[in-house]
């Protein structure tokens, strides 16, 4: 489950890229597209993190993994929040420092802290 977690958050990151990069160059209908494969991948990465999540759930680890999943959900609503603002024509440089921000804490606790990454323990 840790490879379909991984690649659903890539091709996320990828289409977040790819969303604001439409809306600045003002092809609305393919930042709009962008955008709704985006919040199929949500569904993706909340499906996958959740497995992840349950197989935590009977070990000592548990607390990092309710981390792990509060962070990974501000990394959600930071790229839901960027496309926003992007799409409205706002400032998003907030929203990006949240983005990098929880990104980097769950790279950390996924690959570094907790032990169900893609190495085999």
Known sequence: ????HITSWVI??????L???FTRSGNEKAAKISQMI????YLLILYS????FAEY???DQIGLA???LLVGLWVIAAMEMVTVKY????PAGAWWAQLVIAGILALILGFGVLPLGILPA
């Open 1 to 4: 489950m840790a490879h379909l």
């Open 12 to 17: 996320a990151f990828a289409l977040v890229g």
């Open 19 to 21: 969303a604001t990069t």
């Open 38 to 41: 985006l919040r199929a991948t």
């Open 49 to 52: 993190g959740g497995s992840l």
């Open 57 to 59: 759930m009977g070990s």
């Open 66 to 68: 309710v981390v792990k």
């Open 87 to 90: 799409k409205k024509k706002k």
